[in-house]
């Protein structure tokens, strides 16, 4: 089984300064996905970011960036320029890569960041 | 394109008694999902379907917890009797398959469930 562990469990960030979000799991297996999901007020979990773990560059999507460290199973977001928008709980998520139909997320505990103005 | 539509948005109950949710996915998405999320913590899966298949329903306590999929599109959730314990979010989400290729996961707004 896997599990997912995020141990930040609350951080702010002046807007327009960078923050970083931290997660580590545990696995056997050696082909899997990584993702970062935000979740507003609103409860719907919006995904951010992913990592497919046979790739050796860190994924990016405009100001977030990821810090993938496989022998270390590690996987941080990096937000630059923070927006107040950005303000939400935010889940680290890892998925088995299969040729079957399981495609079960397993979720860390969550991070809620609060972006001040 | 519509997302996963889920209903209804919140809902009260007392203990012991059932409650029902309904999901609509996203047209033609094959995989469906139900996934619980405690207040505080990341949702956990349910169960998932592939067409009106179960795939996975490992940790639906299925003494009290059912769930079916009859025409392979929307779903229900239910719950009889409920427990406290069982106040949370419920999500439903949905993909266009499942397997060896990516393929990414659509969440609905999720139904709040409170157990009085």
């Known amino acids: 089984a896997q599990t997912v562990t995020q141990s930040q469990p609350e951080m702010s960030v002046q807007e327009a300064e960078t923050v970083t979000l931290s997660c580590t799991y545990d696995?056997?297996?050696?082909?899997?996905?990584l993702f970062w999901y935000k979740q507003p007020p609103s409860r719907q979990m919006i995904l951010v970011i992913r990592?497919?773990?046979?790739?050796?560059q860190n994924a990016t999507e405009n100001r977030f960036s990821v810090n993938f460290q496989k022998a270390a199973k590690s996987f941080s977001l990096k937000i630059s320029d923070s927006q107040l928008g950005d303000t939400a709980m935010y889940f680290c998520?890892?998925?088995?890569?299969?040729?079957?139909?399981?495609?079960?997320?397993?979720f860390g505990g969550g991070t809620r960041l609060m972006v001040k103005p | 394109e519509a997302g996963v539509a889920q209903s209804p948005r919140y809902k009260i109950i007392e203990k012991r008694q059932s409650v029902a949710f309904w999901c609509n996915p996203i047209?033609?998405?094959?995989?469906l999902y139900w996934y619980q999320q405690i207040l505080g913590q990341g949702p956990k899966l349910l169960i998932q379907?592939?067409?009106?298949?179960?795939?996975?329903d490992s940790q639906l306590p299925k003494d009290r917890f059912s769930a079916e999929r009859l025409k392979g599109v929307d779903s229900t959730l239910k719950i009889q009797p409920a427990k406290l314990e069982d106040s949370a979010v419920y999500l439903c989400?949905?993909?266009?398959?499942?397997?060896?290729?990516?393929?990414?996961?659509?969440f609905g707004p999720g139904t709040r469930l409170t157990v009085l």
């Open positions: 989400a949905s993909s266009l398959v499942a397997g060896a290729a990516y393929n990414e996961q659509f």
């Open positions: 696995t056997s297996e050696n082909n899997y996905y």
């Open positions: 990592q497919e773990a046979y790739k050796q």
């Open positions: 998520a890892f998925m088995k890569r299969e040729n079957n139909a399981g495609n079960m997320l397993t």
């Open positions: 047209s033609g998405h094959a995989t």
């Open positions: 379907f592939q067409n009106n298949g179960v795939v996975d």
